[in-house]
């Protein structure tokens, strides 16, 4: 365990998402209850202790470490102290830095400060993070609004390598997936144009590292009418509360949308085309997902209802590890479905991967690659493990004792240049929370071939409209304002508080 007291509420998150980066293993305690983390530490000695302390000047009191830069001495200077301890609760610091500061301007003191705990815990860790201080899970949004506001290229890499100290293979990856992601976007219409995510919370197995809350299918089964039923009503609502809006994109995920039978996927597919108004629609797809669900009859279904884009899921071509893993499919299923639907005439095929499976090593990685190579995909999703509170994966690490579980920098350099061999780009990125080393999830594309709706959704440049038990919307304000709206994610709760759901929507929408 790691703590970290504070002499005040402030960046405890910022701190607490750092920490954690550099030891993404141990528990790490933030707060400004120091009686608190005293009783933390009498329970269990931390090996390391750090004192955050944010110190204001009185009024009057001259600073003694000045505020260099443009900007100096605009409000409140003052300095942050962080001192690290080693494990001994009366041992004196291993390590001391205090940074200048104006509190006046939060975002520079979040970064002087993060700066400041970087340089020491990779002193102390002798590591360096690719991604230095950026902790969020959008990192190229920053490269995105600085070429918006016409910033240039070798301004926006020195602003990213001095501010949040990333390295050059990183900032030369955002830079790269922003002028993608400008391109692609360039001629949506954010201001009158939205996307529509429909959620099927149902998959034909759980995955042991799944956190969506998705259900079993063959223990829900006799529930998916009622399901479908509240979920129609939410798009009767949707599509009137949008009329006025031009529909963009529309993504059916969840879950595995593809355990609804074709019946049950062919009057879902008609409901959404007979209440939205689809004549300027970009792209349409439908995550297939789980191969174990994928029919021919499926298939031709969504061909007839006119879905663009289609995600066949191996994610690894090891049957060892997809058998540790839960996915209750073979690897022969993921071959035979992705060439059943090409032969069907998808044109616009996705495949996700994950590096960092259990017991995967880099001959299965490099195996598994191989295999993706052959069948040729348009679009491929590499995800580099996270393994959430909630998943499996966690909950019974016990049983996965002894396996590996660490995604490599091969391992996704490997990923990365099978996908260049493919003809594909990077399009889209982003991180997420405990993931394993610090990596991140790339979207690949072939021109033309690209997800617009995952973009849209990263780059919280367009309302997303969600409908589906677990979905959650966001409406972007022209000021860039978001605003949320969750709908409950457990299945039976949903279909009982539906009105309660479109009420929420209703609270979300009106002007
Ligand atoms: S297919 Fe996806 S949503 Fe379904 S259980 Fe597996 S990880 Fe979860």
Known sequence: MITISLNEANFEYDIHSLAKSFFP????????????????????????????????????????????????????????????YGGEADASPIAQETVPVDFWDRKDTKDRLKRCLYQMLSQY???????????????????TSLFGRGIGEEEIREYMADTYLATEAKINLSIEIAK?????????????????????????????YCSFSSSPIGLWEGRVEAYLEALGKELDFTSKACRDKKLNSVYIGGGTPTTLSPNQLDRLLTKVESKFNLSNLAEYTVEAGRPDSITKEKLKT???????????????????????????????????????????????????????????????????????????????????????RAAKLKMFAEDYAGLTMESSWEQMDMASRCAKSLGMLPYYLYRQ???????????????????????????????????????????????????????????????????????????????
């Not at 860790?125 to 490269?143: D, E, N, S, V």
């Not at 405990?434 to 849209?456: D, S």
């Not at 589906?468 to 304000?477: C, P, W």
């Open 302 to 388: 969504l061909r007839s209802h006119g879905i663009s884009r289609i995600s066949i899921n191996p994610q690894t071509m090891k049957q060892e590890t997809l058998d540790i893993i839960g996915r209750r499919h073979t690897v022969a299923q993921a071959i035979e479905s992705f060439w059943l639907a090409r032969e069907m005439g998808f044109g616009n095929i996705n495949m996700d991967l994950i590096v960092g499976l259990p017991g995967e090593r880099t001959e299965d990685v490099a195996n598994t690659l191989r295999q993706i190579e052959e069948l040729s995909p348009d679009s491929l999703t590499v995800h580099s493990l996270a393994i959430k």
């Open 25 to 84: 293993k141990e528990e790490v305690k933030v707060s400004a209850d120091k009686g608190r983390l005293q009783k933390l530490e009498e329970g269990e000695a931390p090996f390391l202790r750090m004192e955050i302390t944010y110190r204001r000047p009185e009024e009057g009191e001259p600073v003694e470490v000045p505020l260099d830069g443009p900007g100096a001495h605009r409000g409140s200077p003052g300095e942050i102290g962080i001192r690290l």
């Open 180 to 208: 993608q992601e400008i391109k692609l976007l360039r001629g949506v219409d954010y201001k009158d144009g939205y996307s529509l995510y429909i959620g099927i919370p149902f998959c034909p197995s759980i995955c042991s």
């Open 125 to 143: 860790t002798g590591q360096k993070l690719p991604w230095g201080t950026l902790t969020g899970i959008r990192p190229t949004k920053i490269p």
């Open 433 to 511: 929370k405990n993931m394993a080393g610090n990596f991140e999830n790339v979207g690949y594309a072939r021109p033309g071939k690209a997800g617009i709706y995952n973009i849209l959704m990263m780059e919280e440049k367009q309302s997303i409209v969600a409908c589906g038990a677990g979905s959650v919307s966001k409406r972007v304000y022209p000021d860039g304002r978001i605003e949320r709206c969750e709908n409950v994610k457990d299945v039976a709760s949903f279909i009982e508080r539906i009105d309660e759901m479109i009420e929420r929507k209703r609270k979300l929408l009106e002007d």
